[in-house]
C-alpha cells in the first residue's frame, strides 16, 4: 500500500504532452503552511508602507 498519495500533473497524451513528476501530497501541504494569507500579505504590505514614510520623514526633518 502507497504510503501518501501520487498527483500527476500532466496533460493528456492525446495532445502530446508528455507526463511531469510526481509529487507527495505530504510535500505539496507543507509548502501551503508556508504561504502568506492574504490578511498577513496585506498587513506585511502596510508595515513596510509604514515604514517607507517615517524613512521619508526623517530625510525630510534631517535637510
Known amino acids: 500500500m502507497v504510503k501518501y498519495a501520487k498527483l500527476l500533473k500532466a496533460a ?3 495532445l502530446g504532452f508528455e507526463e511531469m513528476e510526481y509529487q ?3 510535500d505539496i501541504l507543507n509548502c501551503q503552511q508556508d504561504e502568506l494569507t492574504s490578511d498577513k500579505l ?3 504590505q502596510k508595515e513596510g508602507k509604514t515604514q517607507m514614510m ?3 520623514r526623517k530625510l525630510l526633518r534631517s535637510s
Open 54 to 56: 517615517m524613512n521619508i
Open 42 to 44: 496585506q498587513r506585511k
Open 12 to 14: 493528456s497524451s492525446w
Open 24 to 26: 507527495d501530497v505530504k
